[in-house]
């Protein structure tokens, strides 16, 4: 596999597949190494298993076989480690996912949940973790908005109280899943650009998916190409030709699968 | 398009009109026979009922007023047990609903059995609740209160589960995904979300209750309603007109104060 910054993995898939109860073969079994610090970008048509393939890799869909390792906990296994792994593992989602009656800082603040037990978390936070909750959203530049319903922000903003979600977890890997997909192309750029800068600055690992073929030659280090379950290309973004992206998107153009991202489900 | 096809079009139409002309007549009929059974084609009864309840009427007629110091305590006691037996109602009813929604229940089997057992509490009137408590811990307040409490678990928990089993399931993905345990997801995830409806609901069955209260009086749980059974026993009609626009005037009161409620949550 390619490793483009060298050094530790942060995060490897081990012959992970995910089979859906109904009997679709969504991941074949697949092996990646996630290097630290990396922004590696996923990059394939709806329905080609990234969104599998990046909510395997904290669980969210769970592997019919093979494992998710890293660096800090090893094999993740049982509830605990699940658990674990997810609280250092900010996620980032395409619809945001936000309660839209609850103000910004109050979504933020639900970042900090896998920090405590059950029975903590019915008690007030503490003003570090608050602190904490606030700083993640004067780094999206939305500081001025916290006290303002998710509901009411617009679906860039929205996406940045996502971002600062996940930051809030102190986390050190990210995962995004197509996070900028519902919004306009000058946006997309700004938003990602912000998610992009904040990794770098921090030292994050980052796992994007994306459908765009510019938006991931502009920001990733590596670009993982997805298409049927599998592993199609795996490289530098210098290193995607127009062949690779033929293969990635199986022929048709991929300008044309922008149409319906909204509407993208798990396969 | 073809004649041929516009002619079947029509066609269709046609048995579908008389398809529906079929089936309001046969609600129609259901209806009359309905009305039949029950006795409401027997002019006599109607005849000789009319003239009576002119009679009955005239007595209620002025109303009199003149124990209103009686009522004051009791009116307390309805509003009384109509808070308590809300409150009573939320906190039985929201682990059950809990339980009874497929999204956050511990076991589907276990949903299956909760939502029976709501079934079955709704189904068993509360006046029939008022007798066996009335029973089981003598006249009072508290029969009524616990009556009301128990009929309304099995109303208010079913409102509660269908508002939880809607709730956006996304947000709750995220609360997974940043390492939140079961009961987190609930408590950050799913309450906040449906607060405003658990609210709605529960001030709709405090306003119920109110009225449901006054009712339950009348086998003895307490409250104004004893007063009303009071005055009838006594045939005292010009009593009970009085003490029927005392509760309708609450019930406006308690209605429009629960709208108020109700519209601030909004």
């Known amino acids: 596999m390619n490793d483009q910054t060298g050094g530790k993995p942060a995060l490897r898939l081990i012959k992970g597949g995910v089979v859906y109860p109904n009997g679709t073969r969504a991941l074949h079994p697949t092996s990646l190494d996630f290097a630290e610090g990396a922004f590696t970008v996923l990059l394939g048509p709806s329905g080609a298993g990234k969104s599998t393939l990046l909510r395997s890799l904290n669980g969210l869909v769970p592997l019919s076989e093979g494992h998710v390792e890293t660096a800090r906990l090893g094999p993740v296994r049982g509830t605990r480690g699940w658990?674990?792994?997810r609280r250092a593992?900010?996620?980032v989602f395409q619809q945001h996912q936000l309660i839209g009656r609850l103000t910004a800082f109050a979504n933020v603040l639900t970042g900090r949940l896998g920090h405590h037990s059950t029975l903590r978390s019915l008690l007030p936070l503490s003003p570090d973790e608050k602190h904490l909750a606030l700083d993640a959203l004067d780094r999206v530049g939305l500081l001025d908005f916290a006290l303002r319903r998710a509901d009411q922000l617009s679906g860039g903003q929205q996406q940045r109280v996502g971002i600062a979600r996940a930051l809030a977890q102190a986390?050190?890997?990210?995962?995004a899943d197509e996070p900028v997909a519902s919004l306009d192309p000058a946006t997309s750029e700004r938003v990602l650009a912000l998610l992009h800068d904040i990794c770098r600055q921090d030292g994050l690992s980052a796992i994007v998916s994306l459908h765009q073929v510019e938006l991931a030659r502009q920001f990733a280090d590596r670009i993982i190409g997805i298409g049927g379950g599998r592993v199609v290309f795996d490289g530098p973004p210098g290193a995607l030709d127009e062949a690779a992206i033929r293969r990635i998107y199986g022929g048709t153009a991929p300008t044309q699968v922008h149409a319906t991202p909204i509407l993208e489900t798990t396969p | 398009m073809s004649a041929t096809t516009q002619h079947g079009i029509l066609a269709a139409e046609r048995a579908d009109g008389r398809r529906?002309?079929?089936?309001?007549a046969g609600v129609l009929a259901i209806c009359v026979v309905a009305l039949a059974i029950t006795g409401f084609f027997d002019a006599q009864r109607f005849a000789e009922g009319i003239p009576a309840l002119a009679q009955l009427g005239s007595e209620m007629i002025p109303p009199d007023f003149s124990r209103w110091q009686h009522w004051l305590r009791p009116l307390l006691d309805t509003l009384a047990m109509s808070i308590a037996g809300t409150?009573?109602?939320v906190i039985l009813s929201l682990p059950l609903a809990l339980l009874a929604a497929p999204n956050t229940t511990v076991h589907p089997a276990l949903g299956h059995i909760t939502r029976l057992l709501l079934s079955f509490l709704r189904s068993v009137p509360e006046l029939i609740l008022g007798i066996i408590f009335v029973a089981a811990v003598g006249f009072g307040a508290l029969?009524?209160?616990?009556?009301l409490a128990l009929h309304s678990v099995g109303m208010v928990g079913k409102f509660y589960a269908e508002a939880i089993e809607h709730v956006d399931p996304r947000p709750l993905e995220a609360a997974r995904a940043a390492g939140a345990t079961r009961v987190q997801v609930i408590t950050k995830a799913v309450l906040p979300q449906v607060l405003p409806q658990l609210a709605d609901i529960t001030i709709y069955r405090w306003e119920y209750h109110f009225r449901a209260s006054t009712v339950l009086g009348i086998v003895?749980?307490?409250?104004?309603?004893?007063?009303?059974?009071?005055?009838?026993r006594l045939i005292?009609?010009?009593?009970?007109a009085a003490i029927l626009l005392t509760i309708l005037a609450c019930v406006v009161l308690v209605d429009s104060l629960g709208a108020a409620l109700r519209r601030r949550l909004k």
């Not at chain 1, 986390?171 to 995962?175: A, D, G, K, R, S």
């Not at chain 2, 029969?143 to 009556?147: E, F, I, N, S, T």
């Open chain 2, 220 to 232: 003895g749980a307490g409250g104004i309603g004893f007063e009303l059974i009071a005055a009838l």
């Open chain 2, 20 to 24: 529906q002309a079929l089936l309001v």
């Open chain 1, 171 to 175: 986390p050190n890997l990210i995962l």
């Open chain 2, 87 to 89: 409150i009573l109602a």
């Open chain 1, 83 to 85: 658990r674990e792994h």
């Open chain 2, 236 to 240: 005292a009609y010009d009593q009970v």
């Open chain 2, 143 to 147: 029969p009524g209160v616990l009556a």
């Open chain 1, 89 to 91: 593992t900010g996620m």
